[in-house]
Each structure stands twice: as structure tokens, then as C-alpha cells.
């Protein structure tokens, strides 16, 4: 998976990491997502839709999908963010909450989920 330099598809990700994790018989499934925070690239239909400016609810929303659908196929997922910005810091909890996961705000020195 290689989208550029500028864009960081997050769906992508999250769906091949599923795929293989479903074919797992192993009762621990877990996720581990390293982050600046910001999706900003999914493929529909064959080709990619893009947006760097901001959060785009289209690909945000992508994202909180599949971290429900993972939440359903007891896939955990911890979401290490490496960023300290606090607009992206709301798409992580969105992401988290949705996953019932964990997060490690790296840049903001903040845990979630239980402190570990």
C-alpha cells in the first residue's frame, strides 16, 4: 500500500490489518496503529479520493466505520499518536470511543483507556 508522501490512507490500513486478523484463530486480536492523526486518503471505486486540508468527514467517517466493525470482530486496536495537535487529538478519541481501544497521545503526554 503506497499512497505519496502528502496522504496517509488510514482505510487502507485498518483493512488489510482486519483481513488478516479474521483468519486468525487466536482469542487476542489487537491492532497497533502508530499516527500523526490525520487520514486523509481512502480508494472508492477504484480510485482515490484525497483531501490534506483538515479532517475530511468522508474519510474520517471511513475510518470510524471500520473501528466499529473491528470493535465487532473483537480486534482490539491502540492508536499511538505522534502528533501534538489538538484538532487531530478529537479525531483519536472519535477513533478510540468508536473501538472501545486505547490511545497513547504521544506528543501530548496523555493516556486513555485505563492508563495502561
Do not use: W
Not at 50 to 75: E, F, P, Q, W, Y
Not at 78 to 102: H, P, S
Request: net charge positive; aromatic share 10%; proline share 2%.
Amino acid at each position: 500500500m503506497q499512497v505519496g508522501p502528502f496522504h496517509t490512507n488510514t482505510v487502507a490500513g485498518l483493512e488489510l490489518a482486519m483481513s488478516i486478523l479474521r483468519k486468525k484463530k487466536a482469542s487476542n486480536k489487537q491492532i497497533f496503529m502508530i499516527t500523526d492523526g490525520k487520514p486523509s486518503c481512502l480508494k472508492e471505486n477504484g480510485e482515490y479520493y484525497m483531501n490534506s486540508n483538515g479532517l475530511d468527514r468522508r474519510i474520517v467517517n471511513k475510518c470510524l466505520t471500520l473501528a466499529a466493525a473491528c470493535k465487532r470482530s473483537k480486534i482490539e486496536i491502540t492508536t499511538f499518536m505522534v502528533a501534538n495537535d489538538r484538532y487531530l487529538q478529537n479525531f483519536i478519541d472519535e477513533f478510540t470511543d468508536a473501538n472501545q481501544g486505547k490511545s497513547i497521545l504521544y506528543g501530548l503526554k496523555r493516556f486513555r483507556r485505563n492508563d495502561f
